[in-house]
């Protein structure tokens, strides 16, 4: 009898998934009634309030993606080579202290680091790159990959330090330096674990709306430029979520963008969890 | 020849060992001129009036009391809805059911909730809570928004803590003729406690940063009053900051109150988690089994 009630309440996370996917998809299928499909996927502007509108996802897409790639092109490097010093090169003392730190550091909310880079770095960047307009898309990658770095490092210096001791060891009674040991025996047999780490930040990172909102400029447009202002997926729903009448198309095609991005982050999970369970099977 | 090769490796160790440390330095460093930053920013701003009184003259003076309130009631909220569903899914992913499809399924479940954006689930919020089952922005829609996106580090943190609780102490108490259920409720859950606890604070921690599952769910910018009854709208921390720097008219009078905002909900938040983390790490350490 227990078994089964705690069964169906262990099932609830099922019904919560359900409903949250049934949820976005019937809310953003009407948006393709008066919309197609191919002008949304395909569709280069973004200009919901035009007549007639137009609803590209491009821009937007675009946008998400350039943010999160310079947010991951800061993170990635300094995040594992501290996970390498943490793992293979403090001492003792040094990781028990600063790893719950930087763990710490990690639970720091969203829009604090929005504020910070909205009121520090982007004056920072305008002035020194004298642009038109300090909130772009470099400036909110590296607000971004500030706020991803703790995830990488702890991630990271998870799967590191989850390597046997015994393959270390015997490394070491080979006549490997410590630094030899760590390059060759420790992170490649952490591999998959530091590859699911660095999928589930990106999926993190591209998910992130408070930061993003607060300084990518919010020009929904295709540009290779770094310092030009970007509106990624998650700054459009949470910018014109509050502005446009239930029910219009306006409203159902924040569902549409709301269900992209729900499936990319899907997908990266889906890969993360891939990696992450061949290194346990290790 | 032994000797120059040793000395190139070991140079080679030096030089390698020197960028990762200066790679922990530089994180180090940033992080920590960001937290200096927002303290001394914030500390100008902070007064007994600043966290006890309500907003005055269109958010250019006054305090920000309903926003702390706010979320506080938010957090609490969230963690009462998602605290009892997600200890009791980890009790049976722990210690009654056997691997198998639904487990698993289960599982995958999880863990997909817990890699979605939280936007999404702001988004899932307005549309169910607050539209299909007429909850208005409320205390109510986002509370149970954030219950939902807590639901799975629950569930994780609790089987977490289950599984810590050694077999042994089990087999002891089902060989001294105890039902599954009173091993449990006897045995298990109260050695798992404190990890539970634990846990249950980091995810509140994490629940009161979060702004964007509130913003069309629970949040408004201004209101002098705190909110009478869940189905009232409430200021919070999060996103009382957003609005004073995306609105209003007074940019340069609003800015220093922002970053007081910042500083009491940084406190709140680290205190949550530091908290939690430093218990968590107590927990293991003091283990003896």
Redesign the interface.
């Given at each position: 009898m227990?078994?089964w009630s705690?069964?169906i309440?262990?099932?609830?996370?099922?019904f919560?998934?359900a409903?949250?996917t049934v949820?976005?998809f019937?809310?953003a299928f009407p948006f393709f009634r008066d919309y197609s499909l191919y002008d949304f996927l395909l569709g280069r502007y973004w200009r919901p309030v035009d007549e007639p509108p137009l609803f590209g996802l491009l821009p937007l897409l675009w946008g998400s993606l350039l943010v999160t790639v310079i947010a991951m092109l800061f993170a990635l490097?300094?995040?594992i080579?501290?996970a390498?010093?943490?793992a293979?090169?403090?001492p003792a003392w040094v990781r028990e202290v600063?790893k719950?730190?930087?763990?710490?550091?990690g639970?720091?909310?969203?829009?604090?680091?929005?504020?910070?880079g909205?009121?520090?770095l982007a004056p920072f960047a305008q002035k020194v790159f004298s642009l038109p307009i300090g909130q772009c898309a470099a400036v909110a990658g590296l607000t971004l990959g500030?706020m991803a770095?703790?995830i990488v490092?702890s991630v990271s210096e998870d799967a590191l330090s989850s390597v046997p001791k015994a393959l270390i060891e015997a490394s070491h009674a080979l006549g490997a330096?410590?630094?030899?040991t760590?390059?060759r025996v420790v992170f490649p047999a952490a591999k998959s674990g530091i590859i699911a780490g660095v999928l589930?930040s990106f999926?993190?990172a591209?998910?992130?709306?408070?930061t993003v909102?607060?300084v990518a400029g919010g020009a929904a447009q295709i540009t290779a430029s770094p310092f030009a202002p970007v509106r990624p997926i998650?700054f459009t729903?949470?910018a014109e979520?509050?502005e446009t009448p239930?029910g219009s198309p306006h409203y159902h095609s924040?569902?549409a963008i709301?269900a992209v991005?729900?499936v990319i982050?899907?997908g990266?999970?889906i890969l993360?969890?891939k990696y992450a369970r061949a290194n346990l099977d290790k | 020849m032994p000797e120059p090769t040793s000395t190139n490796?070991?140079k080679?160790?030096r030089r390698?060992?020197a960028?990762?440390?200066a790679?922990?330095l530089?994180?180090?460093l940033?992080?920590a001129a960001?937290?200096f930053?927002?303290s001394s920013?914030g500390i100008k701003v902070l007064s007994w009036e600043f966290i006890t009184q309500p907003p005055k003259k269109g958010m250019t003076e006054g305090g920000v009391f309903p926003a702390i309130v706010g979320t506080f009631l938010l957090g609490l909220g969230a963690m009462l809805s998602a605290l009892p569903?997600g200890v009791?899914?980890a009790?049976?992913?722990t210690e009654?059911?056997r691997p198998g499809r639904?487990v698993s399924?289960?599982r995958?479940?999880?863990?997909?909730?817990a890699?979605?954006?939280?936007?999404?689930?702001?988004?899932?919020g307005?549309?169910?809570f607050v539209?299909?089952l007429g909850l208005g922005v409320s205390v109510l829609s986002g509370a149970l928004t954030l219950g939902?996106m807590s639901?799975?580090i629950i569930?994780s943190v609790s089987e977490e803590a289950l599984k810590t609780v050694p077999m042994t102490f089990r087999e002891a108490s089902l060989s001294l003729g105890a039902t599954?259920?009173r091993t449990t409720l006897k045995v298990v859950l109260p050695n798992a406690v404190g990890g539970i606890i634990t846990g249950a604070i980091?995810a509140m921690?994490?629940a009161?940063?979060?702004?964007?599952p509130i913003?069309?769910t629970a949040a408004t910018f201004y209101t002098r009053r705190l909110p009478a009854s869940p189905f009232d709208e409430v200021m919070a921390l999060?996103f009382h900051?957003?609005g004073l720097?995306?609105e209003g008219l007074y940019p340069e009078k609003q800015?220093p109150i922002?970053?007081g905002s910042?500083l009491i909900?940084?406190i709140i938040?680290?205190s949550l988690?530091?908290f939690g983390?430093?218990w968590r790490?107590k927990i293991r350490k003091r283990r003896v089994w």
């Open positions: 227990a078994k705690l069964g309440i262990a099932g609830f996370s099922l919560l998934l409903a949250i949820m976005l019937a809310e490097p300094l995040g080579c501290t390498l010093y943490f293979g090169v403090a600063f719950p730190i930087v763990e710490l550091l639970s720091i909310p969203s829009v604090v680091y929005g504020l910070f909205l009121a520090v500030l770095v703790p490092v330096t410590r630094w030899e760590l390059m589930l999926g993190r591209i998910g992130e709306t408070m909102l607060m998650t729903i949470a979520m509050g239930v924040l569902f709301g991005l729900f982050t899907l990266i999970n993360a969890n | 490796r070991l080679t160790q390698g060992f960028v990762f440390t790679a922990a530089i994180i180090l940033a992080l960001i937290i930053f927002m920013r569903i009791l899914a009790v049976y992913l009654f059911s639904f399924l289960v995958i479940g999880v863990n997909t909730l890699g979605m954006p939280s936007i999404v689930f702001g988004l899932f307005f549309a169910f539209k299909a939902a639901l799975p569930i599954r259920w980091l921690g994490r009161v940063g979060e702004t964007a913003i069309f999060p900051i957003y720097v995306t800015l922002a970053f910042a909900l940084m938040v680290l988690s530091g983390i430093f790490y």
